[in-house]
């Protein structure tokens, strides 16, 4: 059975094994990077041969690290004529 990762409202700094769900729980606001170094680090101490740059579970599969939600900036509205700010 495959290992899942699960983004829940934990302490960031340290991943937790959910062996009911055989999910890893990682906390929030962690960039891509940090939570794959998590996921990689708990998979290795249960015994998953971490290879190649992913995480990798036991069966040899990669296991999906959720990435975060992109950020997208406020938008501002022109404040002029009409055909101003639909101009293509």
Known sequence: ???IV????ID???PVWD???VAILIGPD???FQALKQVRA???WLGA???GLGATCWCGDYVQVP???PRVPPQRTARGRKEVRHAG
């Open 1 to 3: 059975m495959c290992a």
């Open 6 to 9: 699960s983004v829940e409202d």
């Open 12 to 14: 960031p700094a340290a």
């Open 19 to 21: 062996r009911a769900r």
């Open 30 to 32: 962690l960039d891509y």
């Open 42 to 44: 708990l998979l290795s």
């Open 49 to 51: 041969p971490q290879r």
């Open 67 to 69: 990435k975060p939600n």
